[in-house]
């Protein structure tokens, strides 16, 4: 009997050992507790993260993403290892899109997640104005030839795209009302079906701000607002009051949130109406403290933050003083890379505080002439470092053609690099590079 009650017992230790309690030993008899699991501190690191980052990052966020995850990004802060970059590699997500997607911002009308392309970089691919006017060169052009495809190198179309974000600049009204401004030497309007070929253009977002989007009167600006909203093609730089004008437009690729903002200073004399409280217009920077107040908040709230502007002399290499002053006082105030246009013609470059500045793009698809042009990619990679790589082409008869040999790629890099500031060297690449 005793023999069975020992076999029993020592069973029933087992039992208890095995389902995760321990014996504890008090006189005759064994007391069996249940062993405490150790529990995440979520708590101390939320504290050490949110230390680290500058930023408020919750216990809630930090239990979404898992213990795993979380004591890397710790251990990172421990050992001096965390960067704001440290959130990209270990979650796939970077530390902005961590805390949009803990609060919903992920889901704005003005963010789009375009998921991950597969690749270690993403592109994002800007140019400068196009023109749908049917009276203008290219769909002059365009109707002769049979349509788009016909307008353009293959590989210049693939590229537009293929980047997983491509601007372009929308340098006309798009509608069917309104009246051309008086006294303006040179008006564009285009009908509603044309906003189609932003699409076939690859085209996901326009810029606005530029001096002939409101050619056609306020009626035609509302109308072109509503036909780019209705065709679904993001837009920055113009709205119905100033709130609109200023904000940003976000993309999300490969776990990085990307900023768009985009403002004009480009006439000398004044038909297109700066947005105010409560009158529709552009986004201004003839002065600079509206345009660097929205930077500043744009900033807040993306990883990497484009300005895209529209200034310069037409037709002039010659930079002016406002452009060189104002893309430092845009970077200084958080932007990554200034874009210009509007000159018709290509300016120089430069990098200032490592960062790209090209002061314009020429037109693009907008005129008769010959006018040297190119697309300008930034590539992303997956530690959130940027190359700018620059795609030389030639615009003339409505067309948009690659040249045809090196040696006029090579030509037109080095008469880009020569154009003040001559702070760039271009690789035969294409790859820009500070001089």
């Not at 529990?39 to 795993?68: C, H, N, P, R, W």
């Amino acid at each position: 009997m005793k023999r069975k009650i020992s076999v029993l017992v020592i069973i029933l230790i087992l039992a208890m050992l095995l389902s995760g309690c321990r014996v504890e030993g008090r006189g005759t008899l064994a007391v069996y507790q249940p062993v405490a699991e150790e529990k995440y501190d979520f708590q101390l690191a939320s504290e050490k993260l949110s230390a680290a980052s500058g930023k408020t990052v919750t216990v809630d966020m930090l239990q979404k993403i898992g213990e795993e995850k979380v004591a890397e990004l710790v251990s990172q802060v421990d050992t001096g290892a965390y960067s704001d970059k440290s959130w990209l590699s270990v979650t796939g997500y970077s530390l902005i899109v961590n805390l949009d997607m803990a609060d919903g911002t992920v889901n704005a009308e003005n963010v789009r997640d375009f998921g991950y392309n597969g690749k270690d970089y993403f592109d994002m691919s800007f140019v400068g104005d196009v023109i749908y006017d049917p009276d203008c060169a290219p769909m002059v052009r365009m109707n002769e030839l049979g349509g788009v495809e016909n307008c353009f190198d293959p590989d210049v179309l693939d590229k537009l795209r293929n980047s997983d974000i491509t601007l372009i600049n929308n340098e006309f009204s798009i509608g069917t009302r309104g009246s051309a401004l008086e006294g303006k030497t040179y008006t564009f309007q285009a009908h509603p079906d044309t906003v189609q070929i932003h699409k076939e253009l690859g085209a996901d977002i326009v810029s606005l701000a530029n001096n002939h989007v409101y050619d056609y009167g306020e009626m035609g600006f509302l109308d072109t607002l509503d036909n780019l909203t209705e065709a679904g093609i993001p837009y920055v730089g113009a709205g119905r009051n100033l709130d609109e004008a200023r904000q940003a437009q976000y993309f999300i690729v490969n776990g990085v949130k990307v900023g768009v903002v985009a403002a004009s200073r480009a006439e000398k004399v004044y038909f297109t109406p700066v947005a105010t409280e409560d009158t529709p217009g552009i986004m201004g920077t003839y002065e600079s403290a509206d345009f660097l107040e929205a930077i500043k908040e744009a900033d807040a709230q993306c990883d990497i933050l484009i300005a895209y502007v529209h200034w310069g002399t037409e037709k002039s290499v010659k930079l002016e003083d406002a452009q060189k002053e104002m893309a430092r006082e845009y970077i200084d105030a958080g932007v990554d890379a200034v874009i210009g246009g509007h000159t018709h013609c290509l300016q120089g470059m430069e990098f200032y505080n490592g960062k790209p500045v090209i002061y314009s793009l020429s037109n693009f698809w907008f005129s008769n002439y010959a006018a040297e042009t190119g697309i300008l990619t930034l590539r992303v990679d997956s530690d959130m470092n940027m190359q700018t790589i620059f795609m030389p082409l030639i615009q003339k008869n409505g067309e948009v053609r690659s040249f045809d040999t090196q040696e006029e790629r090579r030509a037109l890099f080095d008469k880009v690099a020569s154009y003040e500031p001559q702070g760039v060297s271009i690789l035969d690449d294409g790859t820009v590079m500070p001089a």
